[in-house]
């Protein structure tokens, strides 16, 4: 059973390696690191890490995110974009289609719920 209090900062989970697909890289060589510190039915947390780089995003999936550090840029494919620097937070919904790109290596805090019900 998980705790019922997850403290992200003291967690000493180790990462995961893992990139984006080669055929939705646009730019770059991104690289992955992610830290799971919570996972338990739908839902997953923690921590995620990427080297610079820009790659196409399909969400079918709620994500809930905080930029720690780095910057980058969240665009839709109509064009609509934000920022990404440390202290951006947002959420994605399911149906989310557009480019990620990293220009300086990033970390985000995020909360995923692996199913739209």
């Known amino acids: 059973m998980m705790p019922d209090l997850i403290d992200f900062d003291s967690a000493t989970t180790e990462p995961t390696r893992s990139a984006p697909s080669q055929d939705r890289i646009l730019a770059g060589d991104p690289r992955w690191r992610s830290w799971i510190h919570f996972a338990e039915g739908d839902m ?6 990427s080297t610079p780089g820009r790659w196409t995003i399909a969400y079918d999936k709620w994500e809930f995110l905080r930029i720690l550090s780095g910057r980058g840029v969240l665009r839709r494919d109509d064009g609509h ?3 990404l620097e440390p202290g951006t937070t ?5 149906g989310f ?5 990293v220009s300086e290596t990033m970390r ?6 692996h199913r739209e019900g």
């Open 90 to 94: 947002a959420i994605i919904r399911p």
């Open 108 to 113: 985000k805090h995020f909360l995923v719920r």
């Open 97 to 101: 289609t557009g480019v990620w790109e």
């Open 81 to 83: 974009a934000i920022a």
């Open 44 to 49: 997953t947390g923690g921590e995620w890490e």
